[in-house]
């Protein structure tokens, strides 16, 4: 029997119970990247792994943010470095995750969460628009997960887990061909991914999440907000907090048996296309005061 699979056999001994649930989700001495970290959706992932114990690299083209990001892990105890990469560009990426393994030695847990959109009509994209969401949300996201898993192969225990970051753009037509093609490819080719690196013990799973409250570091207006509400089952608007737990367990030992699936974090919203949303029985756990880090 392995050690991981042992310390899961103790959640059974009344006594050690406790311990051997709690230590299922932590990171500590893993070496871990996101990309995208500098701020967004990217931050509260690199800050969610550090706080269970990872050390964490940036990797990204905003060099500022990013830095403070790194900062602000380093003053959690953990190691960090902020690494510039365009992770549409295949040199790019293989240098970033070289400068990353330099740093830690080996790399655990990926995050590839880089990611654009260009608003506007289908009828008026430019192919270039078109070209340059795919090349940084599909094309970057598979670049990394390539040179991530060529890393995780060539350690000593051979493991990694990949988290790719999808979008419920994935599932449902938002409206922008470009943005919604690249995520559904994201959700799928994590699907391709899983069913091949699994035997090198490398999981790969996407996280999709609904609207978080800033859109691409943008606040949405109330009114929006409101609608929002009163078309998610679960009745608030998402907030960056609504996606630690699913980070946490797709980085940690939680999820050792779960690969290429893709768990929607939408409080719902994608279920029904509700033409009357029901009234709600109670609060929602969330309200819109408290939507703070939206
Ligand atoms: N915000 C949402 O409502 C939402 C919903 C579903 C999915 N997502 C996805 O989550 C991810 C993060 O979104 P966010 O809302 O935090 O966006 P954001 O704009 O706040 O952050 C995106 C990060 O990616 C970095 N980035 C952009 N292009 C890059 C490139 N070529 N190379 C390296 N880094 C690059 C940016 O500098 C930034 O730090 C994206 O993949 C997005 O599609 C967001």
């Known amino acids: 029997m392995s050690e991981s699979s042992a310390a899961v056999h103790e959640v059974w001994d ?32 690199a800050r969610v792994l550090a706080a269970a114990g ?21 003053g959690l105890g953990r190691d960090s470095l902020f690494v510039p990469c365009d992770v549409s560009d295949a040199e790019q990426v293989e240098a970033a995750i070289a400068a990353v393994v330099q740093r830690f ?4 847990i990926a995050v590839n969460n880089a990611g654009i959109i260009r608003l506007g009509t289908d009828e008026s994209l430019e192919k270039d628009a078109w070209d ?18 060529r890393q995780m192969i060539r350690q000593q ?18 409206s922008n061909g470009a943005y919604d093609a690249s995520k559904a490819g994201v959700v799928h080719l994590t699907r391709t991914l899983a069913a091949s690196w699994g035997r090198y013990n490398i999981n790969v799973n996407s ?13 949405r207006p109330e009114d929006e907000r409101q609608r929002l509400r009163s078309l998610t089952p679960l009745g608030h608007v998402q907030r960056l907090a609504d996606l630690h737990g699913p980070l946490l367990f797709l980085a940690s030992r939680a999820s ?19 033409v009357f949303p029901p009234a709600r029985a109670v609060p ?11």
């Open 54 to 74: 990872a050390d964490v690299a940036i990797v990204d083209v905003e060099e500022d943010l990013g830095e403070r990001v790194a900062d602000a892990i380093r």
């Open 14 to 45: 009344p006594q050690g119970a406790p311990d051997a649930v709690r230590s299922l989700f932590d990171l500590s001495g893993k070496k871990a990247l996101v990309t995208g970290g500098s701020m967004g959706i990217g931050q509260a992932a």
């Open 132 to 149: 340059r969401v795919i090349g940084v949300n599909l094309t970057g996201t598979w670049l990394c997960a390539r040179a991530e898993m």
């Open 284 to 294: 929602p756990r969330i309200g819109p005061a408290e939507e703070i880090d939206a």
């Open 207 to 219: 996280i999709s999440p609904g609207y978080v409250g800033t859109v691409f570091g943008q606040r």
């Open 157 to 174: 225990p051979t493991e990694g887990k990949i988290i790719n970051m999808g979008s419920i753009a994935a599932l449902i037509a938002a």
């Open 105 to 108: 030695g080996r790399l655990d």
């Open 256 to 274: 050792d048996y779960v690969t290429g699936q893709n768990i929607v974090v939408d409080g719902g919203h994608t279920l029904s296309t509700w």
